[in-house]
């Protein structure tokens, strides 16, 4: 090994690429466990050529597997002009936390490592490895795409490549010269992209700060070796890039007396960090060579603990409700403590926000209550509410959905793979007291198995909190995974696509969706009302243990090795006894899932519920498929679902237009004005739909004539989609103009004040025959409104009507602490109207 002050230098050796080549080839998608490993070919495009190179992966849980022909986590090979096969590029070594492996336990790195030790701190932005390929072509690329085929990491590579350009036209030199020089060095410079415009990371940086972190420099050989520090530093000032900061230290055990220090706080340098990478060499054994090996230290409990309780504190002091997930009874205790420390002795919350104290502060609370952080930890331990890696059970997976995104289909490959428990709600056969019934089948579910899929679309908040609440009172050490189907409305056309496409194929095969035997456009109407009302998770307000979040338009085979994934890495105690799945194995569990798995029973949806079907159980799919657990369905009623009762009418707008109005509307106001507007953004706050509602049930007896015409109205154009061979549920019963005038606000609530201008004919039957009736639609509300949004869940929508009679009486200004604006341009929109039904829930 070369000496830490000069550069490390070594040629490829092609016959040994070759090797590493055939032998990764060996064990793609392999089959058998034994000490295989199953390893991803996948080809990629070089943009500007007619070349390609190919990525090897291999699963995330494979890595600790011994006798690998490579543990480099991001590998790209090619052929040469001359026809020789050659890494292009290569990343680190996968390195692991201290304790997570026999390697890095403390007596281990001990005995085995040499310094210089090089630590820095863990980067949180994402991986981009840049390389030179022998015709001069610079290779931008992140872990496992050079981002040419349109997937998922395709911005990663495509902002890292442009940041490239960027940074070298600053030292003026061009992407050819750095592509030369990387083949020259036979090495893969491996960066950090670190940029908020383009990605949000837990740490912020502003644009100066933003840009690419160059790390390392690793030569391109199957085994692994890299650049010291100094010598990336350079290279990074040299080509105009960023450099990352690191501390030197000799000694391991001063290592570890730094690194166990900055845990204390988990902030180094002014700003909190997750851990460190420490860069060293290591030999196997005693009398092996040292090589390149690096490990991390994560920063773990008490400590994030502690740092729940500064972030916690902070909001208090700012008069804020206190957020948090865990460790909720000390934490609880810990702030009434503060809470009364504050009022004691003024001015203590005042120095706390200047970052004096803080330590003092939490000490104070341990001394008084006699016990040490890691007392707590055990003792929480003790209790079932352990750390995430000691969990073996009572993990809750909930997808987060729409209709036909894939949830089923996983939950029955997790079922397959790991003999784990799932239950659909459409499998609920009650009428009353479903999402009950649905969360105590969960709850039991979680006695035999150690991991239960919710399988439900929990699209809407409320239904997470239903299912996180139920289940959580009968099995309180519940952990709940959330299985998040991304749903950015900016992709909403293509996630449509997707799930239309799926939905369609699988025709009648499905409990209430039945694609094959309805109308297309009433499924289609049904999705869209699970779209419409599709609520994104919230970290900060859901009590989620871990959210995984997935691509609703990707395979559902590449979901399910994310879930895995992520499952392994956060929960390694769920996977103790198993063997972890191959790639073949994650082939037929999906393969088994989509195609020999059928529903247990179906379930009419029109209204009449004179043709429900219960096909014969012939023909099934064992469920579940290994054959350990009893069937649950059989000898029960279908149920049978009657028409839900309406819940109001409404006026319904498009919600990018409203959206839209009031970006143009609070564009250029000054920031008093604006300002709770951008609260509820930032608090996600804004409604996701926007309507005019004409009458809510509650107020029928009061409206009773108005309520029936609507009511009549909506049963009319029932039929009406009905005798044209599809239904709906929600028909539209006629449109309505509606003119935005202004908007007017408080510190809890905002709504536009509209004018309705819309009527509808009605066709009564009355004994001398069948005459017609004129309806204005008009809002019972004394003013009608729309509502924005409101500050917190709180507060309920329909508060808009306390707001505006107070705005009526006294009107806007600082006395009244309500503001207005005036909605500029006359605009009129065309409303669609409608009965909106009690939610059941799917
Ligand atoms: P609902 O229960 O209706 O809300 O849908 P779901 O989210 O449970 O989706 P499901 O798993 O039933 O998938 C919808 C349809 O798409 C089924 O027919 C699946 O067999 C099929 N499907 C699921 N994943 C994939 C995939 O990766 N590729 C293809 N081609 N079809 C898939
Ligand atoms: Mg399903």
Redesign the pocket.
């Known amino acids: 090994m070369a000496h830490r002050d000069t550069a490390p230098y070594a040629s490829q050796n092609h016959h040994e690429v070759q090797m590493l080549v055939q032998s990764l080839e060996a064990h793609k998608g392999k089959k058998s466990k034994a000490g295989g490993f199953s390893v991803k070919k996948s080809t990629f495009p070089v943009a500007g050529t007619n070349r390609t190179v190919d990525s090897w992966k291999m699963n995330d849980w494979d890595y600790k597997k011994l006798n690998l022909p490579t543990y480099a986590r991001g590998l790209f090979t090619y052929k040469t002009l001359d026809g020789k096969t050659e890494i292009a590029v290569r990343g680190y070594d996968k390195f692991f936390n201290h304790g997570e492996v026999r390697k890095t336990e403390w007596r281990n790195v001990e005995k085995l490592t040499r310094g210089p030790y090089e630590l820095s701190v863990k980067e949180n932005g994402c991986i981009i490895f840049i390389a030179g390929l022998d015709d001069d072509t610079l290779l931008v690329c992140s872990k496992h795409s050079t981002g040419t085929r349109g997937d998922v990491e395709l911005s990663h590579a495509v902002a890292g490549e442009r940041w490239v350009e960027k940074h070298l036209a600053t030292v003026g030199k061009t992407k050819a010269d750095l592509a030369r020089k990387l083949r020259e060095m036979n090495a893969t410079l491996v960066a950090e992209l670190c940029d908020d415009s383009f990605e949000e990371h837990v740490l912020a940086y502003t644009p100066e700060q933003a840009g690419l972190y160059v790390h390392g420099l690793n030569l391109n050989l199957p085994e692994f070796a890299t650049y010291p520090g100094h010598l990336v530093d350079k290279f990074a000032d040299e080509w105009g890039m960023k450099k990352v900061m690191y501390v030197m230290e000799d000694d391991i055990h001063k290592v570890r007396e730094f690194l166990d220090k900055v845990a204390e706080t988990g902030n180094y340098n002014g700003r909190d960090t997750e851990g460190f990478v420490i860069r060293c060499q290591a030999k196997e054994t005693e009398d092996a060579p040292f090589v390149d090996w690096f490990f991390k230290y994560k920063f773990e409990e008490p400590y994030l603990m502690y740092r729940q309780w500064r972030e916690c504190t902070r909001a208090i002091i700012a008069g804020k409700p206190p957020k948090y997930k865990k460790h909720s009874a000390i934490t609880k205790e810990y702030l009434d403590f503060a809470r009364r420390q504050f009022i004691e002795q003024p001015g203590l919350a005042k120095q706390y926000n200047l970052n004096h104290g803080i330590i003092k502060l939490r000490d104070d609370f341990l001394k008084a209550r006699g016990t040490t952080g890691a007392d707590i930890i055990r003792q929480e331990m003790e209790n079932g509410e352990g750390d995430a890696k000691d969990v073996s059970r009572n993990i809750v997976i909930v997808?987060v959905?729409?209709?036909?995104?894939?949830?089923?289909?996983?939950?029955?490959a997790l079922v397959k793979l790991f003999g784990w428990g799932h239950f659909?709600n459409?499998n609920v056969k009650t009428k009353k007291g479903r999402p009950q019934v649905f969360a105590d089948t969960i709850s039991s579910l979680l006695i035999t198995n150690p991991v239960v899929t919710a399988?439900?679309?929990n699209h809407q908040k409320r239904e997470r909190d239903q299912i996180i609440n139920d289940v959580s009172r009968t099995v309180p050490d519940a952990r709940f995974v959330a299985m998040n189907?991304v749903h950015d409305r900016a992709n909403y056309d293509n996630i449509r696509k997707a799930?239309r496409?799926?939905?369609l194929?699988?025709?009648d095969?499905?409990?209430?969706?039945q694609a094959g035997s309805k109308g297309q456009d009433e499924i289609i109407e049904i999705m869209e009302g699970?779209m419409h009302r599709f609520q994104p998770v919230d970290p900060q307000d859901e009590h989620f243990d871990l959210i995984i979040d997935i691509d609703p338009t990707?395979?559902?085979?590449?979901?399910l090795e994310v879930v895995i994934e992520q499952l392994h890495n956060n929960y390694p105690g769920l996977f103790k006894d198993q063997d972890m799945p191959t790639d073949a194995d994650m082939d037929a569990a999906?393969d088994w899932?989509?195609?020999d798995?059928k529903p247990d029973f179906k379930i009419d949806l029109s209204r009449s519920g004179n043709n429900r079907n219960q096909p014969p159980n012939q023909g099934q799919s064992q469920w579940p498929p290994n054959g350990n657990k009893k069937q649950k369905q059989n000898n029960q009623e279908p149920f049978a679902k009657k028409q839900p009762k309406m819940e109001y009418f409404s006026v319904r707008l498009n919600t990018q237009r409203i959206n839209s109005i009031l970006d143009a509307t609070f564009r250029d106001q000054k920031p008093e004005v604006s300002r709770m507007f951008r609260t509820l953004q930032q608090s996600r706050r804004i409604q996701n739909e926007f309507h005019v509602t004409l009458m809510h049930r509650a107020s029928a007896p009061q409206n009773q004539a108005y309520w029936d015409k609507l009511i009549h109205l909506h049963d009319g154009c029932m039929h009406q989609t009905e005798s044209k061979g599809s239904k709906s549920w929600e028909p539209e019963i006629g449109k309505c103009h509606v003119h935005l005038e202004r908007i007017v606000w408080d510190d809890r609530i905002m709504c536009f004040v509209v004018r309705l201008d819309g009527s509808a004919t009605i066709h009564v039957e009355a004994e001398g025959g069948t005459g017609t009736e004129h309806i204005q639609f008009e809002t019972v509300n004394p003013v009608a409104h729309v509502t924005v949004g409101t500050a917190n869940q709180t507060i309920k929508p329909k508060e808009s009507n306390d707001l505006l009679q107070r705005w009526l009486n006294a009107g806007s200004g600082p006395e009244t602490g309500i503001q207005e604006v005036v909605v500029k341009g006359h605009v009129n929109l065309e409303g669609s109207c409608r009965g909106v039904l009690q939610r059941q829930g799917?």
């Open positions: 997808p959905a729409t209709i036909g995104c894939g949830k089923t289909t996983i939950g029955l659909q459409d399988d439900r679309n189907y799930t496409d799926r939905v194929a699988r025709g095969n499905h409990q209430t969706i699970f990707v395979e559902s085979r590449e979901n999906i899932a989509m195609n798995y799917y």
